[in-house]
Nanobody, 124 residues
């Protein structure tokens, strides 16, 4: 069993920065993708960013490219999402997910486990 617990969300203003964390426990090795998704009220869950184990490649949604950075600390079994220059449209519940096989990393249902999420609210 794998557990993922997000933290770091909060209320910020446009232009601010925030770092989200996702603590992973249980099976923490042999993962293939770790990712962040977000869901705004009344909207579908969207892909934000993903990290691939092989080569440590990272992938981003166009809407967050050059503003968000995904990274991991294997010693702490933690996934991060550094968010800068936040916009009102970034307001959402952010969830992390992990996959132990090669998948379409933008497809949330393909992930094996995910967390409950942390709320990020950006105000003007």
């Amino acid at each position: 069993q794998v557990q993922l617990v997000e933290s770091g969300g909060g209320l910020v203003q446009t232009g601010d920065s925030l770092r989200l964390s996702c603590a992973v426990s249980g099976r923490t090795s042999s993962w293939r993708y770790m990712a962040w998704f977000r869901q705004a009220p009344g909207k579908e869950r969207d892909f934000v960013a993903a990290l691939r184990w092989l080569g440590a490649s990272s992938f981003y949604a166009d809407s967050v490219k050059n503003r968000f950075t995904i990274s991991s600390d294997t010693a702490r079994n933690t996934l991060y999402l550094q968010m800068t220059n936040l916009e009102i449209d970034d307001t959402a519940v952010y969830s992390c997910a992990i996959a132990f096989k090669f998948i379409n990393y933008t497809h949330f249902p393909s992930y094996d486990y995910w967390g409950q999420g942390t709320q990020v609210t950006v105000s003007s």
